[in-house]
């Protein structure tokens, strides 16, 4: 079954860039009807979508993170990156990369990585 | 301020029926499906129902989902204490063009 591990620094500090990775254990990432998401989840609140990638390298990203967020694919790697620009506290949370599923109307994550806390302070 | 709203809490004894909601609008719910998650503590989340109604592989059939209109509902019968955990709703925003969640709901099973 598909396993997914987040990676990266748990520190960053404030106006530098946030960059973690997941990588895709038990199938291959390049699979057709799968998006590759992230999503994060400040300490104690609900969950926030940041965005996704294809295979193909299309994005969809979060209208609020659009200027600052970049992901990336590399499938030779079976691994999908995040960078976060010009990162402030607010974006103190755990991140998570899941695999997105896509249908007419539809769209569910499933399986979730474990998740990675990143804090950003001095 | 989440784009689908839940109540903040729900509680239960153990063997009742619970029920938590979940409020839209027509560029989600209203013409989208809806997906739930069950989150517990210090764990990511796991997918409990996807396309409204329809159950993942491994989900007991406690759990179950409907929607009508613009809002959705997860249903969870015969409560057990292992059931205590945070729940979200999700739909796709037509809108926004990517996926929205619910506030969450926490259960506690009395």
């Known amino acids: 079954q598909v396993q997914l591990q987040e990676s990266g620094p748990g520190l960053v500090k404030p106006s530098q860039t946030l960059s973690l990775t997941c990588t895709v254990s038990g199938g291959s990432i390049s699979s057709s009807s799968y998006y590759w998401s992230w999503i994060r989840q400040p300490a104690g609140k609900g969950l926030d979508w940041i965005g996704r990638?294809?295979?193909?390298?299309?994005?969809n990203y979060n209208p609020s993170l659009k200027s600052r967020v970049t992901i990336s694919v590399d499938t030779s790697k079976n691994q999908f990156s995040l960078r976060l620009s010009s990162v402030t506290a607010a974006d103190t949370a755990v991140y998570f990369c899941?695999?997105?599923?896509?249908?007419?109307?539809?769209?569910?994550?499933?399986?979730w990585g474990q998740g990675t806390l990143v804090t950003v302070s001095s | 301020q989440s784009v689908l709203t839940q109540p903040p809490s729900a509680s239960g004894t153990p063997g009742q029926r619970v029920t938590i909601s979940c409020s839209g609008s027509?560029?989600?719910?209203?013409?989208?499906?809806v997906n739930w998650y069950q989150q517990l503590p210090g764990t990511a989340p796991k997918l409990l129902i996807y396309?409204?109604?329809q159950r993942p592989s491994g989900v007991p059939d406690r759990f179950s989902g409907s929607k009508s209109g613009t809002s959705a509902s997860l249903a969870i019968s015969g409560l057990q204490s292992e059931d205590e955990a945070d729940y979200y709703c999700a739909a796709w925003d037509d809108t926004l063009y990517g996926p929205v969640f619910g506030g969450g709901t926490k259960l506690t099973v009395l």
């Open positions: 396309s409204d109604n």
């Open positions: 899941a695999r997105g599923h896509y249908g007419s109307g539809t769209f569910w994550f499933d399986p």
């Open positions: 027509s560029s989600n719910i209203g013409s989208n499906t």
């Open positions: 990638i294809y295979t193909s390298g299309s994005t």
